[in-house]
Antibody
Framework: QVQLVESGGGLVKPGGSLRLSCAASGFTFSDYYMSWIRQAPGKGLEWVSYISSSSTHIDYSHSVEGRFTISRDNAKNSLYLQMNSLRAEDTAVYYC??????????WGQGTLVTVSS | DVVMTQSPLSLPVTLGQPASISCRSSQSLVYSDGNTFLSWFQQRPGQSPRRLIYKVSNRDSGVPDRFSGSGSGTDFTLKISRVEAEDVGVYYCMQGTHWPLTFGGGTKVEIK
Protein backbone atom coordinates (compact mmCIF):
# COMPACT_ATOMS: atom_id res chain seq x y z
CA GLN A 1 0.00 0.00 0.00
CA VAL A 2 1.03 3.61 -0.48
CA GLN A 3 3.22 4.89 2.33
CA LEU A 4 4.64 8.40 2.73
CA VAL A 5 6.87 9.14 5.72
CA GLU A 6 8.02 12.70 6.39
CA SER A 7 11.06 13.57 8.50
CA GLY A 8 13.36 16.47 9.22
CA GLY A 9 11.07 18.73 11.22
CA GLY A 10 12.11 20.41 14.43
CA LEU A 11 12.75 23.68 16.20
CA VAL A 12 14.66 26.34 14.28
CA LYS A 13 15.34 30.03 14.90
CA PRO A 14 13.92 32.74 12.65
CA GLY A 15 16.15 33.14 9.61
CA GLY A 16 17.33 29.56 9.89
CA SER A 17 17.07 26.64 7.49
CA LEU A 18 15.65 23.15 7.54
CA ARG A 19 15.39 20.33 5.01
CA LEU A 20 12.37 18.08 5.05
CA SER A 21 12.34 14.63 3.48
CA CYS A 22 9.52 12.34 2.44
CA ALA A 23 10.23 8.66 1.86
CA ALA A 24 7.77 7.00 -0.49
CA SER A 25 6.97 3.31 -0.86
CA GLY A 26 4.24 1.03 -2.18
CA PHE A 27 4.01 2.67 -5.61
CA THR A 28 6.17 3.70 -8.56
CA PHE A 29 7.36 7.04 -7.22
CA SER A 30 8.79 8.27 -10.52
CA ASP A 31 5.34 8.10 -12.16
CA TYR A 32 3.69 10.72 -9.96
CA TYR A 33 3.63 14.43 -9.26
CA MET A 34 4.23 15.12 -5.56
CA SER A 35 3.30 18.01 -3.29
CA TRP A 36 4.02 19.62 0.06
CA ILE A 37 1.11 21.01 2.06
CA ARG A 38 1.24 22.63 5.48
CA GLN A 39 -1.12 23.25 8.37
CA ALA A 40 -0.38 25.85 11.03
CA PRO A 41 -1.42 24.83 14.57
CA GLY A 42 -5.21 24.90 14.84
CA LYS A 43 -5.57 26.31 11.31
CA GLY A 44 -6.54 25.15 7.85
CA LEU A 45 -4.54 23.69 4.98
CA GLU A 46 -2.17 25.58 2.68
CA TRP A 47 -0.59 24.13 -0.48
CA VAL A 48 3.13 24.95 -0.44
CA SER A 49 4.65 23.46 -3.57
CA TYR A 50 4.43 20.71 -6.15
CA ILE A 51 6.84 19.00 -8.51
CA SER A 52 6.22 16.97 -11.62
CA SER A 53 7.36 13.38 -12.00
CA SER A 54 10.55 14.32 -13.84
CA SER A 55 11.09 17.63 -11.98
CA THR A 56 10.45 19.67 -15.11
CA HIS A 57 7.45 21.47 -13.67
CA ILE A 58 7.62 23.11 -10.23
CA ASP A 59 5.45 25.70 -8.54
CA TYR A 60 5.33 27.45 -5.17
CA SER A 61 2.81 29.38 -3.16
CA HIS A 62 3.38 33.13 -2.95
CA SER A 63 4.20 32.86 0.74
CA VAL A 64 7.25 30.60 0.24
CA GLU A 65 8.47 31.46 -3.28
CA GLY A 66 12.13 32.43 -3.23
CA ARG A 67 12.72 30.85 0.19
CA PHE A 68 11.71 27.20 -0.27
CA THR A 69 12.96 24.72 -2.87
CA ILE A 70 11.22 21.47 -3.72
CA SER A 71 13.18 18.60 -5.25
CA ARG A 72 13.01 14.85 -5.66
CA ASP A 73 15.29 11.89 -6.19
CA ASN A 74 13.43 9.21 -8.11
CA ALA A 75 16.26 6.71 -7.61
CA LYS A 76 15.79 7.04 -3.84
CA ASN A 77 11.98 7.35 -3.91
CA SER A 78 12.31 10.57 -1.98
CA LEU A 79 10.82 14.05 -2.00
CA TYR A 80 12.49 17.04 -0.35
CA LEU A 81 11.70 20.55 0.77
CA GLN A 82 14.62 22.89 1.47
CA MET A 83 13.36 25.74 3.63
CA ASN A 84 15.52 28.86 4.05
CA SER A 85 14.96 32.22 5.73
CA LEU A 86 12.34 30.68 7.97
CA ARG A 87 9.79 32.91 9.68
CA ALA A 88 7.48 32.41 12.63
CA GLU A 89 4.55 32.12 10.22
CA ASP A 90 6.17 29.04 8.65
CA THR A 91 5.44 27.13 11.87
CA ALA A 92 3.22 24.23 10.82
CA VAL A 93 2.87 20.53 10.28
CA TYR A 94 4.24 19.79 6.82
CA TYR A 95 2.67 16.95 4.85
CA CYS A 96 3.88 15.37 1.65
CA UNK A 97 1.24 14.04 -0.69
CA UNK A 98 1.01 12.07 -3.89
CA UNK A 99 -0.87 13.65 -6.76
CA UNK A 100 -2.90 11.02 -8.59
CA UNK A 101 -6.13 11.84 -10.40
CA UNK A 102 -6.00 15.49 -9.38
CA UNK A 103 -4.04 16.39 -6.22
CA UNK A 104 -3.44 14.82 -2.83
CA UNK A 105 -4.77 11.28 -3.14
CA UNK A 106 -2.42 10.00 -0.40
CA TRP A 107 -0.84 11.91 2.49
CA GLY A 108 1.91 11.21 5.02
CA GLN A 109 1.54 11.64 8.76
CA GLY A 110 3.32 15.01 8.72
CA THR A 111 6.36 16.53 10.39
CA LEU A 112 6.20 19.55 12.70
CA VAL A 113 8.33 22.60 11.99
CA THR A 114 8.52 25.21 14.74
CA VAL A 115 10.20 28.54 14.04
CA SER A 116 10.90 30.36 17.27
CA SER A 117 13.72 32.13 19.05
CA ASP B 1 -5.74 33.74 -6.02
CA VAL B 2 -8.97 31.76 -6.16
CA VAL B 3 -10.89 32.11 -2.91
CA MET B 4 -12.78 29.05 -1.74
CA THR B 5 -15.67 29.80 0.62
CA GLN B 6 -17.22 26.97 2.60
CA SER B 7 -20.45 26.97 4.56
CA PRO B 8 -21.42 26.33 7.19
CA LEU B 9 -18.41 26.74 9.46
CA SER B 10 -19.84 24.22 11.89
CA LEU B 11 -22.38 21.48 11.22
CA PRO B 12 -23.96 19.62 14.15
CA VAL B 13 -25.75 16.54 12.84
CA THR B 14 -27.78 13.70 14.25
CA LEU B 15 -26.47 10.19 13.66
CA GLY B 16 -28.20 8.62 10.67
CA GLN B 17 -29.31 11.97 9.28
CA PRO B 18 -28.00 13.59 6.07
CA ALA B 19 -25.48 16.43 5.98
CA SER B 20 -24.50 18.87 3.27
CA ILE B 21 -21.50 21.20 2.92
CA SER B 22 -21.31 23.99 0.37
CA CYS B 23 -18.17 25.28 -1.35
CA ARG B 24 -18.07 28.30 -3.65
CA SER B 25 -15.09 29.49 -5.69
CA SER B 26 -14.34 33.09 -6.67
CA GLN B 27 -13.89 32.04 -10.29
CA SER B 28 -14.83 29.13 -12.50
CA LEU B 29 -12.94 25.91 -11.83
CA VAL B 30 -13.37 24.55 -15.35
CA TYR B 31 -9.91 23.92 -16.77
CA SER B 32 -8.99 24.44 -20.43
CA ASP B 33 -9.24 20.68 -21.03
CA GLY B 34 -12.83 20.61 -19.77
CA ASN B 35 -12.03 19.02 -16.41
CA THR B 36 -13.08 20.63 -13.13
CA PHE B 37 -10.47 20.10 -10.44
CA LEU B 38 -12.48 20.30 -7.23
CA SER B 39 -11.68 17.88 -4.41
CA TRP B 40 -12.99 17.21 -0.92
CA PHE B 41 -10.83 16.15 2.02
CA GLN B 42 -11.73 14.81 5.43
CA GLN B 43 -9.51 15.39 8.47
CA ARG B 44 -10.49 13.37 11.52
CA PRO B 45 -9.24 14.61 14.90
CA GLY B 46 -5.50 14.01 15.25
CA GLN B 47 -5.15 12.55 11.76
CA SER B 48 -3.75 13.59 8.40
CA PRO B 49 -6.20 14.74 5.76
CA ARG B 50 -7.71 12.09 3.50
CA ARG B 51 -9.12 12.75 0.07
CA LEU B 52 -12.73 11.63 -0.39
CA ILE B 53 -13.75 13.09 -3.74
CA TYR B 54 -11.82 14.33 -6.79
CA LYS B 55 -12.89 16.11 -9.97
CA VAL B 56 -16.18 17.12 -8.34
CA SER B 57 -17.87 13.75 -8.06
CA ASN B 58 -15.39 10.86 -8.21
CA ARG B 59 -15.09 8.90 -4.98
CA ASP B 60 -11.63 7.73 -3.97
CA SER B 61 -11.00 4.05 -3.38
CA GLY B 62 -12.32 2.87 -0.03
CA VAL B 63 -14.56 5.88 0.52
CA PRO B 64 -18.06 4.82 1.62
CA ASP B 65 -20.80 5.48 -0.92
CA ARG B 66 -22.68 7.63 1.60
CA PHE B 67 -20.28 10.40 0.51
CA SER B 68 -21.10 12.13 -2.76
CA GLY B 69 -19.93 15.27 -4.52
CA SER B 70 -21.72 17.43 -7.04
CA GLY B 71 -21.65 20.85 -8.63
CA SER B 72 -20.20 22.78 -11.51
CA GLY B 73 -18.51 26.06 -12.37
CA THR B 74 -18.22 27.86 -9.05
CA ASP B 75 -20.75 26.01 -6.88
CA PHE B 76 -20.07 22.64 -5.29
CA THR B 77 -21.55 20.40 -2.60
CA LEU B 78 -20.42 17.46 -0.49
CA LYS B 79 -23.25 15.31 0.84
CA ILE B 80 -23.23 12.61 3.47
CA SER B 81 -26.42 10.57 3.07
CA ARG B 82 -26.45 9.17 6.62
CA VAL B 83 -23.90 10.50 9.09
CA GLU B 84 -21.99 7.95 11.16
CA ALA B 85 -19.86 8.57 14.25
CA GLU B 86 -16.63 8.08 12.26
CA ASP B 87 -17.55 11.03 10.02
CA VAL B 88 -16.72 13.54 12.77
CA GLY B 89 -13.96 15.90 11.69
CA VAL B 90 -13.19 18.87 9.49
CA TYR B 91 -13.98 18.82 5.79
CA TYR B 92 -12.12 20.94 3.25
CA CYS B 93 -12.81 21.64 -0.39
CA MET B 94 -9.83 22.38 -2.62
CA GLN B 95 -9.45 23.69 -6.14
CA GLY B 96 -6.69 22.34 -8.38
CA THR B 97 -7.52 24.29 -11.53
CA HIS B 98 -5.65 27.53 -10.85
CA TRP B 99 -2.22 27.95 -9.24
CA PRO B 100 -1.79 28.48 -6.38
CA LEU B 101 -4.03 25.63 -5.32
CA THR B 102 -6.34 26.83 -2.58
CA PHE B 103 -8.44 25.27 0.13
CA GLY B 104 -11.67 26.34 1.72
CA GLY B 105 -11.56 27.31 5.38
CA GLY B 106 -13.07 24.02 6.53
CA THR B 107 -16.39 22.81 7.94
CA LYS B 108 -16.41 21.08 11.30
CA VAL B 109 -18.86 18.19 11.43
CA GLU B 110 -19.88 17.10 14.91
CA ILE B 111 -22.56 14.86 16.36
CA LYS B 112 -25.47 16.54 18.17
Amino acid sequence: QVQLVESGGGLVKPGGSLRLSCAASGFTFSDYYMSWIRQAPGKGLEWVSYISSSSTHIDYSHSVEGRFTISRDNAKNSLYLQMNSLRAEDTAVYYCARDKDDYGDSWGQGTLVTVSS
Amino acid sequence: DVVMTQSPLSLPVTLGQPASISCRSSQSLVYSDGNTFLSWFQQRPGQSPRRLIYKVSNRDSGVPDRFSGSGSGTDFTLKISRVEAEDVGVYYCMQGTHWPLTFGGGTKVEIK
